[in-house]
C-alpha cells in the first residue's frame, strides 16, 4: 500500500507555502497549517493506525522525515523574515543627525574669529612658553601701593607724571586705581612666592592697561601690555639681553634684532630701553623710524633692590630682570598698521583680515 498523501507533493507545497510569507506573523500561520493538528502531515499520521504493521513502519518513517524536512525549511523561512523585519526597524529607528539650516546652501555662514590683540596677545605668550616662562596674571583694579609704592614711585616721585592715572571713587582719594601698567602683577607674584617660598620666578604676565590718554594713531587710553620677570640666583644683565634678543628674533623673525639703549625706570636699576629693527624699512631708516633703522618696543631693566625690599626677597641670594611692553604696539609692528585706533573701531573689514 502507497503512503496516505504524496510526500514530494506535500513538501513542495508546504516549501511555497513558507516562502510566500512576509512576515512573522504570516510564517506562524504557515506552520500551524503545515505541522499543526488539522495539518495533511497530522491527518497522514493518523491513518498509519490503519495500516499492516511493515507497512506502518516504512510509511511512519517516510512521515518522519517528510516533518523533519517541513520544519527545517519553516525555520530557514522564519530566520530570514526575523533578518528583514530586524534590519527594517534599525532603518525606520535610525535618526538623522545632520543638521540643515534653511538658506545655508545659498548663503554660508560667516565665521568669525579672535581679535588681532587677543591673537597676538597668544602668539607672544607661546613665544615666551616655549623658553621656559609662565603665564600669570592680575587684577586690573590695584591700589596705589602696588601700582606705584612698591615699585618704587612714592607720592610725589616724578615719575608719576608718565602714568596719567584713573582713579576710582573708593575708599580715600587716589587711593585705588586702573593699574597705568602690568608692572604691579611683579609685585604680586613676588609676594607669593616669598610667602610660599616658591622662588625662582620665571614669568610672562600679559593684559589690560588704563591710563589718561587722549587716543592718536600710536595710543589709546585702554591698551595691552606684557610684563616679564625673572628672579633667580646669579641673573645678569646678559641673561637679560639674551632674553630680549631670543624673543625679539623669535616673535618678528630672524631679520629682526635688538638693541638696549641706557634710559630710567624707578623699578630697575639699571635701566633700558628696549628697541628693535624697524619692520618696515629692514633698518635701512625710514619716516616710521625717524630715519633711524630702529623702533621702541618697550622697556627693562634688573630688578631695583628698593623693589626686592617691598616684597622681602633677599638680595644676597637673588636678582633678576624685568621686562614690559605693549602688545598692541607688536600687533601695530607685525602686521603694519598705522593707527591703532582701527584695533577699537570695530570696523569687520579691518578685523576680518587677520
Ligand atoms: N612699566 C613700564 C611702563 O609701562 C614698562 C617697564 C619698564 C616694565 C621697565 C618693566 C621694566 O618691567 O623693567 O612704562
Known amino acids: 500500500m502507497s503512503p496516505p498523501i504524496d510526500v514530494g507533493t506535500l513538501l513542495e507545497d508546504e516549501r511555497t507555502a513558507a516562502d510566500r510569507a512576509e512576515t512573522s506573523e504570516e510564517i506562524k500561520q504557515v506552520a500551524a497549517s503545515a505541522t499543526g493538528k488539522k495539518s495533511r502531515l497530522a491527518q497522514a499520521s493518523r491513518q498509519l493506525a490503519s ?17 523533519r524536512q517541513i520544519e527545517e525549511l519553516l525555520e530557514r523561512r522564519r530566520n530570514e523574515i526575523g533578518a528583514a523585519e530586524l534590519e527594517h526597524e534599525l532603518v525606520e529607528d535610525s535618526a538623522d543627525l545632520s543638521e540643515f539650516i534653511p538658506g545655508s ?10 581679535h588681532l590683540v587677543t591673537l597676538t596677545r597668544r602668539v607672544l605668550e607661546d613665544v615666551f612658553v616655549g ?60 609676594e607669593e612666592a616669598v610667602l610660599d617660598g616658591s622662588l625662582p620666578i620665571h614669568a610672562v604676565m600679559p593684559g589690560r592697561c588704563y591710563r589718561r590718554d587722549a587716543p592718536d594713531a600710536r595710543h589709546l587710553p585702554v591698551f595691552h601690555q606684557i610684563e616679564g620677570l625673572v628672579v633667580d640666583a646669579g641673573i ?23 638693541r638696549l639703549r641706557p634710559a630710567y625706570f624707578p623699578f630697575t636699576e639699571p635701566s633700558a630701553e628696549f628697541e628693535v629693527t624697524c619692520t618696515i624699512c ?30 622681602g626677597i633677599d638680595t644676597d641670594h637673588w636678582s633678576g630682570f624685568a621686562f614690559g611692553f605693549g602688545i598692541d604696539r607688536c600687533a601695530q609692528m607685525r602686521h603694519n598698521v598705522a593707527d591703532v585706533r582701527s584695533f577699537v573701531e570695530n570696523d569687520i573689514r579691518f578685523l576680518g583680515q587677520f
Open 105 to 114: 546652501l545659498r548663503a554660508p555662514r560667516a565665521l568669525g574669529h579672535l
Open 51 to 67: 495500516l499492516e504493521p511493515d507497512e506502518r513502519r516504512a510509511v511512519g518513517q517516510q512521515l518522519h522525515q517528510a516533518r
Open 131 to 190: 623658553m621656559g616662562f609662565e603665564v600669570a596674571e592680575g587684577p586690573e583694579i590695584e591700589t596705589d601701593w602696588y601700582n606705584f609704592g612698591a615699585l618704587n614711585i612714592p607720592p610725589a616721585h616724578p615719575a608719576r607724571t608718565m602714568y596719567d592715572t584713573f582713579y576710582l571713587d573708593l575708599g580715600d582719594p587716589e587711593t585705588t586705581l586702573l593699574r597705568t601698567h602690568t608692572s604691579p602683577v611683579q609685585i604680586h607674584l613676588m
Open 282 to 311: 629692514l633698518g635701512e631708516g625710514c619716516r616710521t623710524c625717524s630715519q633711524t633703522g630702529w623702533i621702541e618696543l618697550g622697556g627693562c631693566g634688573m630688578v631695583d633692590p628698593a623693589v626686592f625690599g617691598a616684597v
Open 236 to 258: 645678569t644683565f646678559a641673561d637679560l639681553a639674551g632674553t630680549i634678543e631670543t624673543f625679539t628674533t623669535a616673535y618678528f623673525g630672524p631679520a629682526i634684532h635688538s
